[in-house]
């Protein structure tokens, strides 16, 4: 018996492979074990950048006392949640089930049948603040074990079938329309926090798909009783000015624990920026377009100031729309866009894909790495910079955060750019030669698929190609490591590590997000072999998830040995893999020759139909959804630009940047691809021709003159 986690591809694994738990990875052979020894399994889930995953293992999985308890009277079982989120769901959803509450690390106590019996998080070594000691449940759970094994037996097989019977398909509702998903857009915004920005209260996360689905309901008129750009505008500024936000380095932490951004947990997560990325980039070219209201550059109605009117949101200074004072010549959503790829290049970037996070704490200390004192400002910065610099970043004299330290933020722009910028590099400079966080390097499929989604939309929206070229290059490493051949199609794994695949296999959303990521790139490149592996790919996905006996729903993980095949509609930090595959099956629809066109448009509309309780229920918990459903509801809208033998490119580069979200948008020689098929340039220029659906209008040769809007 050892600790056998030396050898994972996973690095949260890899960190507790010293510890002196005999931790196992899930296997077979590890529940085979269970049985022989006649011993429960413990069970306990995690990730890289849990801070609290952290400390239960600093002070319980170091500890050789409870290591020998827990080896004398368990099998214990390692597993990052990040790599098996099927695992992870099916024992949260028990965890919630019996004690009303989830989270991680997550500590399951299991038979060697794999049935919960018992199921919390986190444990202090001893008894503290009302909750017993780790080494108290381990005790009380092995006695247990071996006296009342009757109980035991009971209460798993009891909670097993409760897992069996809540994981059926959402009922089909009667389609999607405009006032289901105008209901859903006001239902949002009645939930906005109008002085801070945002929707609810503290934790606040980034409402990163909301976001997107409330920019498309603007662009497509469909939010004429409330506008929903204010709501936008609120949260996209009061996250980038805040100390949610990276004011050197970019990039967004996971959440604000407070109600006005300023104090994150200061995790860095791939999907986070990912999905940001593409919100921000969306705002950028809706302000320089006026699309959403207004006039070019401006935020619309010119409302809802963020309370006394500094770092006010209606187009004065340093707004949103790039008025006098804004940072160098750009607006604040440009900048954030493109500190935004900067970051996931500069710290994420692994030669292999995308790094997955960056840990909240650094040597044990959270936010170690990114705070700072009005003193610390003033020995790298001088006394006269420093003092500017703490004015401008709220750095005080108490604190903002602990210990009398402060996160950075940005309430106004400065009134000297060149100042500024002194400032930020030489405190970037001095912050990189303090101690850094650790990095999660395992490239996750999803996650990467959402980064090449965005990187791809954002460079060809925004006249970027080494974004896009860098959205190539992700995409080739996944296909390259993470697919494998096979008869019936192409197989996904779920992650890799320095270029060597997992085992694990793809989940529903790492089929569904590659999909669209593929989808994307072709229509930016016009590269047909993106097309063909993306229609592979989604083909492969409803041939292993689809539910056969429920059309339109969908399983989150493939045909498995779990107790129950999990899936989750729900929108949460990152799209359901179900909203997903509704987003992908959309786009494929308009991009597939004829005959698979109609397939996957039907399977569409039959995915979209298993949403419409989300939104009509629960709308924030349905952004995702809310953006596709808009898209299909405007048509879908579909563009495919003719190009001359000589072509510039710049009609297709100003029609992507008008486009509302969701369109779908190819450029082209005539016949080139299935949109282009009997259309040419006009009058010897390059010619775009606008359809909804199957309703298509005269062709035009200037983006101008394209009409996107209402949905009708």
């Known amino acids: 018996m050892a600790n056998r986690l030396g050898g994972a591809t996973s690095p949260y694994l890899r960190q507790h492979a010293e510890n002196p738990v005999h931790w196992r990875e899930w296997s077979d052979d590890a529940f085979a074990e269970a049985r022989e020894r006649d011993v429960p399994v413990l069970l306990s889930v995690g990730y890289a950048a849990c801070h609290w995953c952290h400390v239960m293992a600093h002070e319980s999985f170091e500890d050789p006392a409870l290591a020998a308890q827990m080896n004398d009277g368990f099998v214990c079982i390692k597993v990052d949640r990040e790599e098996r989120p099927d695992i992870d769901a099916v024992y949260m959803a028990a965890t919630v089930a019996m004690t009303g509450q989830g989270g991680w690390p997550m500590t399951c106590f299991l038979t060697p049948d794999g049935e919960p019996f018992y199921c919390g998080t986190y444990y202090p070594p001893v008894p503290r603040g009302g909750m017993p000691g780790f080494g108290q449940i381990l005790a009380a759970i092995s006695d247990t074990w071996a006296t009342r094994r009757d109980e035991v037996t009971e209460a798993s097989s009891r909670i097993a079938e409760h897992l069996r019977a809540s994981t059926g398909a959402v009922p089909a509702g009667p389609g999607i329309d405009a006032g289901l998903l105008a209901g859903a857009v006001a239902a949002i915004l009645d939930d906005e926090d109008p002085r801070a920005g945002g929707f609810g209260g503290a934790p606040k996360f980034p409402p990163s798909s909301v976001l997107e689905a409330l920019l498309r309901a603007g662009e497509y008129g469909l939010d004429s009783a409330r506008p929903s750009w204010g709501g936008v505008q609120r949260a996209c500024e009061a996250m980038a000015r805040g100390g949610i936000y990276d004011q050197l380095a970019g990039g967004f932490a996971r959440y604000a624990v407070d109600n006005d951004w300023v104090v994150p947990h200061f995790e860095k997560m791939l999907y986070d920026n990912a999905l940001l990325l593409r919100a921000y980039a969306h705002l950028a070219r809706s302000i320089s377009t006026g699309s959403m209201g207004g006039g070019a550059g401006s935020m619309g109605e010119g409302t ?49 894909g995308y790094a997955s996070s960056l840990d909240a704490d650094t040597d044990g200390v959270e936010g170690l790495t990114y705070v700072w004192t009005p003193a610390q400002l003033r020995e790298v910065l001088g006394g006269d910079d420093g003092a500017w610099a703490a004015e401008l970043f709220e750095v005080t004299e108490r604190g903002t955060f602990e ?16 100042r500024y910028e002194s400032v930020r590099a030489r405190l970037l400079a001095a912050r990189d030669r303090r101690p850094q966080p650790a990095r999660d390097d395992k490239v996750v499929t999803v996650w990467n698929a959402l980064a090449v989604t965005a990187l791809a939309e954002a460079g060809g929206a925004l006249a970027h190609p080494e974004w896009v070229e860098r959205a190539g290059e992700t995409a080739e490493a996944l296909w390259s490591s993470h697919v494998v051949p096979g008869d019936d199609g192409p197989t996904l794994r779920r992650a890799s590590l320095d270029g060597r695949v997992g085992e694990p296999l793809g989940a529903l959303d790492d089929y569904a997000a590659f999909t669209t990521a593929l989808l994307t790139l072709h229509q930016v490149t016009g590269e047909p072999h993106w097309r063909d592996r993306a229609l592979a790919v989604l083909d492969s996905a409803i041939g292993q998830f689809a539910d056969p006996d ?7 993980a493939p045909p498995g040995t779990l107790l129950t095949r999990p899936r989750d509609p729900v929108d949460g930090a990152t799209p359901s893999g179900a909203s997903l595959m509704a987003e992908a099956l959309l786009t494929a629809a308009a991009l597939a020759p004829d005959e698979a066109a109609a397939r996957y448009a039907e399977f569409a509309d039959q995915t979209l139909a298993r949403g419409v309780l989300i939104l009509r229920k629960m709308p924030r918990s349905a952004g995702h959804w809310l953006a596709v459903a808009l898209a299909r509801l405007a048509g879908p809208i579909q563009v495919a630009v003719a190009q001359t033998a000589g072509s510039t490119g710049d009609l297709a580069r100003r029609v992507r940047h008008r486009a509302p979200g969701g369109t779908v948008v190819v450029a082209g020689d005539p016949g080139a691809l299935p949109l282009l098929d009997g259309r040419g340039p006009v009058d010897g220029v390059d010619a775009a021709y606008l359809c909804r659906g199957q309703v298509c209008d005269l062709p035009v040769t200037s983006a101008d003159r394209l009409e996107f809007g209402p949905i009708r």
């Not at 210990?403 to 400065?414: E, V, W």
């Open 304 to 352: 809802g100031s963020m309370g006394d009117g500094t770092g006010s949101m209606g187009g004065g200074a340093g707004s949103m729309g790039g008025g006098a004072g804004s940072t160098g010549d750009r607006t604040l959503a440009e900048r954030v866009t493109a500190e935004t790829v900067a970051f996931l290049n500069d710290a994420l970037w692994t030669g292999h």
């Open 403 to 418: 210990n009398g330290t402060s996160t950075l933020q940005l309430k106004h722009d400065p009134d000297d750019a060149t």
């Open 550 to 556: 429920a059309p339109g729903a969908w399983y989150d």
